[in-house]
């Protein structure tokens, strides 16, 4: 198998997170940051804000790149995670595509709902970097 490129946004709306619960494999049922598998010939930031629209319907403007992860999920499953900071613009998020709950959480309160650590890490890192402008 190859590794598959999948793009994530952490949407930051003042001092709030935007998750998604996931509605599917891996990480079913875990609270995360919208994403998904890129599609052929896309770019990464379109990519971006299309998952991020199908997923909650809220629209961002990209604020940079946080970071590039190695999502390895113990079933040969090999994603190459690119995650971007973002601001939102506009929409109240509802569930859409493959999340079953979108909304915007108070940031300790968001990062405390997520259960993998290195998605803790982005979003702190992405907080770190952008949030606070």
Known sequence: MKPVPTVG?????????LLIQRGKPPRMGDWSIPGGRLEWNEGVKAGALRELMEETGVRAELLGLVDV???FFGDERHYVLIDYAARWIEGEPVAGDDAVDACFWPLEEGIARVEWATTKKVIRDAWEKYGKT
């Not at 946004?9 to 997170?17: K, M, N, P």
């Open 9 to 17: 946004v952490i949407c930051f709306r003042g001092e709030e997170v």
């Open 69 to 71: 992860i190695d999502g």
